[in-house]
């Protein structure tokens, strides 16, 4: 029965409609009098009245392309009608057309799935999304920090700080959705929101709304027209710790990269936790699957520290491919070089896991090298040959992002993933 409310006042598609019915009598009026078929009813008076002619052909012909035009115009105003309301005010209808061509190319993309956290993953993300919608992210949620750490204490929620970034990353909603969503309330507004983002507190209370936070995760995925989907590795309440070197523990991943120690293993508690059902099903059926980049030992070695997450990498026949970062981080990675980030993976889950390592040969700008030196960072030595003495393929290039920060170009970085999978 709701196909009958396009008959309602205001709907502004009834007078197309009619044109459009109009032009197929008319067609179908005008066949019928080429095959000398009409016969019954107000057509066919028509008809015979059409035929006592000395010559029907050229009212034939008349009358099918008069139908033609009216279908053709019927149908074209009815679209602009329907398209006129469902677009947001000021929009160009001509955009539909490149939007659905635009969805259904993405749609026909490679699956690509993309592990991480933080930074690091949505700079991928964002350049990925350009070449597929069959984007899977799966994220950490052993942040306990900032904004995340607040609301996992205060309200009990998995941290949606790295869920948040990954969100907005993938977004296909107005550029203003996705700034709202990223917005940090800062000094001046109420002090129990100062620190925290609006996309952190809004899934935090859908999560509370939805009943758990993966729906939450789905449902403001909806809201920003997402491409992809964005899962948590787990539903679990982990938490990140690290053994040093020097035989101390380290608590919480706030607190990893404050210590001055160089980390010998990260692990999480509790150590066996169930991953997401539908994280293993992406894996499963991917073509390639994406490790980083972003911090080693707070971003991409927690995800994998999920047992199920790891042996479904290592069975599948997807193409498996590691990022190595840019630059160091300082108490994390302090003097590794991108042999030592592979190294650091394999010592943690074993071989499988990897097929391809990322690297950046491009130089970094002296005047940004210069402000990371003085934060403790430079950049990761591109160590080629022992990457492949690991009997790994390197894939080497100039990644790096012309802008004020080192880190990786979410353009180049695709199109180097996409030209792996494609051999």
């Known amino acids: 029965m709701n196909a009958l409310k396009w008959l309602y006042p205001g709907m502004r598609v009834k007078r197309w409609l009619l044109i459009f019915i109009a032009g197929v009598i008319l067609v179908a009026l005008g066949f019928s009098m080429l095959m000398n078929r009409v016969n019954q009813g107000f057509l066919g008076a028509l008809g015979r009245e059409l035929r006592n002619v000395d010559n029907?052909?050229?009212?034939?012909?008349?009358?099918?392309?008069?139908?033609?035009?009216?279908?053709?115009?019927?149908?074209?105003?009815?679209?602009r009608s329907v398209t006129s309301a469902l677009l947001p005010e000021g929009d160009d209808n001509g955009k539909v057309v490149s939007i659905v061509h635009e969805r259904r190319q993405l749609r026909r993309g490679p699956k690509i799935v993309a592990i991480g956290g933080?930074?690091?993953?949505?700079?991928?993300?964002?350049?990925?999304?350009?070449?597929?919608?069959?984007?899977?992210?799966?994220?950490?949620?052993?942040?306990?920090?900032?904004?995340?750490?607040?609301?996992?204490?205060?309200?009990g929620v998995l941290p949606p700080g790295d869920i948040r970034n990954c969100l907005v990353a993938l977004a296909d909603a107005e550029p203003l959705m996705q700034k709202l969503f990223q917005y940090r309330f800062k000094g001046d507004d109420p002090p129990e929101l100062v620190g925290h983002s609006f996309g952190n507190l809004f899934i935090a209370t859908m999560s509370e709304i939805a009943?758990?936070?993966?729906?939450?995760?789905?449902?403001?995925?909806k809201i920003l027209a997402v491409r992809g989907q964005v899962l948590p590795s787990t539903l679990e309440d982990v938490s990140l710790h690290a053994e040093l070197e020097d035989g101390t523990t380290v608590y919480g991943e706030s607190n990893i990269s404050k210590s001055k120690t160089r980390i010998r293993r990260v692990f999480i508690k509790p150590e066996h936790v169930e991953p997401v059902g539908e994280a293993i099903e992406a894996i499963r059926n991917a073509d390639i699957i994406v490790l980083g980049p972003g911090s080693l030992f707070t971003s991409v070695l927690p995800n994998l520290l999920v047992k199920g997450i790891t042996d479904e990498i290592r069975r599948t026949r997807a193409i498996k491919v590691y990022v190595c970062n840019v630059m160091t981080q300082p108490g994390e990675t302090d003097g590794f070089t991108a042999a030592d980030h592979v190294r650091a993976i394999l010592g943690h889950v074993g071989w499988g896991v990897i097929d391809y390592v990322l690297v950046n040969c491009g130089s970094v700008p002296e005047h940004l090298l210069e402000r990371y030196r003085k934060e403790g960072a430079q950049q990761v030595v591109a160590d080629i040959e022992d990457i492949e003495r690991l009997g790994l393929k390197v894939v080497k290039g100039d990644f790096i992002c012309e802008t004020d920060f080192a880190r990786h170009d979410p353009g180049k970085l695709a199109r180097a993933i996409i030209k792996v999978l494609n051999g």
Not at 120 to 130: C, Q, V, Y
């Open 211 to 221: 009943g758990d936070f993966e729906r939450a995760i789905k449902e403001s995925s």
């Open 56 to 79: 029907p052909l050229p009212w034939s012909i008349i009358a099918i392309g008069a139908g033609i035009a009216a279908i053709t115009f019927g149908f074209r105003q009815v679209m």
């Open 118 to 155: 933080g930074t690091g993953l949505s700079t991928l993300l964002r350049g990925i999304k350009g070449f597929t919608s069959n984007i899977t992210a799966i994220v950490t949620v052993a942040d306990d920090g900032g904004s995340s750490g607040k609301l996992r204490r205060e309200m």
